[in-house]
């Protein structure tokens, strides 16, 4: 899969930024664009995916997005749990909220974007799932390019004994178009399972995928327990 990816924006929470994305040029969270009363009823999880997917659309005015997330927004959906396990009613708007695909009817709704929008989950590779569908449909001519976001919050309590890479409260977008003869692009491959060889981090793999596309080294391993991938730069 060859491509090219403009306008990247991460957005990590300021109490976990770590010495891997020490590099990065991490944006400040600005919801400006937002009306106070619709952004006073942002969760954390909500806040920072319309961020960075405001922040990547840039100057596009319609533009197709493709949003992954592995968990969701599990925060407010624990707390909707809760809610039933005491007894209690659910408000009608945390739960229209907490549904998977609530960022992109928001970003859609404020941005006036009108463009198809696809919601995502597929497990650690979510990301990379998203890519793939983008790519697919940019490649078949449905799309000249799409936006790809991605957002995870760091689990709640309950759940963190079944976790399994580091909990990371995070955002990225980036839009992403085909390769152009003649112009630096990415390429992005995944290895067989005889050639896995599981990297040392335990990142997940939108935060390693997020590093590798900022420094554009020659070639960069994004791996986890289950799959890698290998993205390489082609470039100047």
């Known amino acids: 899969m060859k491509f090219v990816v403009d306008n990247l924006c991460l957005w990590v929470a300021p109490e976990q930024q770590i010495a891997e994305l020490s590099h990065l040029n991490l944006a400040d969270l600005d919801l400006s664009w937002v009306a106070p009363m619709q952004r006073r009823r942002l969760s954390p999880f909500m806040k920072m995916a319309l961020h960075t997917m405001h922040q990547a659309q840039g100057e596009y005015q319609q533009l197709a997005v493709n949003f992954s997330s592995r968990h969701g927004d599990l925060p407010k959906t624990a707390q909707l749990l809760h809610s039933l396990v005491e007894q209690e009613p659910l408000s009608p708007t945390a739960f ?22 696809n919601a995502i989950a597929g497990g650690q590779d979510s990301i990379i799932s998203a890519m793939i569908d983008g790519f697919a449909r940019v490649y078949s001519g449905g799309e000249q390019q799409i936006l790809i976001a991605h957002a995870e919050s760091v689990l709640p309590d309950e759940y963190l004994p079944f976790s399994d890479e580091q909990q990371i409260a995070h955002s990225v977008s980036f839009v992403l178009s085909t390769a152009q003869t003649g112009k630096p692009y990415f390429e992005l491959t995944k290895l067989p399972e005889s050639e896995h060889t599981q990297s040392d981090s335990c990142l997940p793999l939108s935060l390693q995928l997020a590093a590798a596309l900022t ?5 960069s391993l994004l791996s986890h327990q289950q799959s890698a991938w290998m993205l390489q730069y082609h470039g100047d």
């Open 96 to 117: 229209g909220l907490s549904v998977h695909n609530a960022a992109t009817g928001l970003f859609s709704i404020i941005a006036k974007n009108k463009a198809p929008m």
């Open 215 to 219: 420094s554009k080294g020659s070639q």
